[in-house]
């Protein structure tokens, strides 16, 4: 089983530019989750895919994010124009959702340097 | 929203020793509560978790109990290595059929050799 696999492991980029972050989900789970990690917020949800479909948007801080899943194995978080304040580490997860809550299993995450 | 409230915040054991750490959580329809284990710089990783049906589960020296009526629920730790030094986190989710979790705010567990 490879994981739930996220790239890049680090960006660092300049503010005002775009950042696209990527994440493959364990084959065959049909959740998937972005969450961002700070300091100060801890851990928070940003939004949560189930068969595609984004079903909990309500973490996500502004327009300036948006999240796609194109297909059961490929998903986005992308920030555009990106600030300082945007400096974290993101996480995707996946589950299999059934009957009853499932496991989320994390990625190794994404830092990113918003100078 | 769910509230999910972790103490003790940092927690300093000696190795052999048990550790325990709370979580209160608001929302009294949450129905499941897991606990991840994250080590420096390195992603979050499920230890246990348990469901709003049974009051304790034990995986050999990691045990979680759950108390619905107070709304709190609680890991253990016993014979602690130093191996068992991260940061320890509990989470709650507040609606079957929807798959969000809030998460306390951490405990970080250091294990004294």
């Known amino acids: 089983d490879a994981g739930v696999i996220q790239s890049p492991r680090h960006e660092v980029t300049e503010m005002g530019q775009e950042v696209t972050l990527r994440c493959k989900p364990i084959s065959g789970h049909n959740s998937l989750f972005w969450y961002r990690q700070t300091m100060m917020r801890g851990l928070e949800l940003l939004i949560y895919?189930?068969?595609?479909?984004?079903?909990?948007d309500s973490g996500m801080p502004e327009d300036r994010f948006s999240a796609k899943m194109p297909n059961a194995s490929f998903s986005t978080l992308k920030i555009q124009p990106s600030e300082p304040r945007d400096s974290a580490v993101y996480f995707c997860?996946?589950?299999?959702?059934?009957?009853?809550?499932?496991?989320?299993?994390f990625g190794d995450g994404t830092r990113l340097s918003i100078l | 929203g769910e509230n999910v409230e972790q103490h003790p915040s940092t927690l300093s054991v000696q190795e052999g020793d048990s550790a325990v750490i709370k979580c209160t959580y608001s929302d009294s329809a949450s129905n499941y509560f897991p606990w991840y284990k994250q080590e420096l710089g390195k992603r979050p990783q499920l230890i246990i978790d348990i469901r709003s049906n049974v009051g304790e589960k034990k995986d050999q020296r990691i045990a979680v109990t759950l108390n619905k009526t107070a709304k709190h629920f609680s890991l253990h730790i016993t014979e602690t290595q130093p191996e068992d030094s991260a940061v320890y986190f509990c989470?709650?989710?507040?609606?079957?059929?929807?798959?969000?979790?809030?998460f306390g705010t951490g405990t970080r567990l250091t294990i004294i050799p």
């Open positions: 997860a996946s589950s299999l959702m059934g009957f009853g809550n499932q496991p989320q299993h």
């Open positions: 989470a709650a989710n507040p609606n079957f059929g929807n798959e969000k979790l809030t």
């Open positions: 895919f189930n068969n595609n479909v984004p079903i909990d």
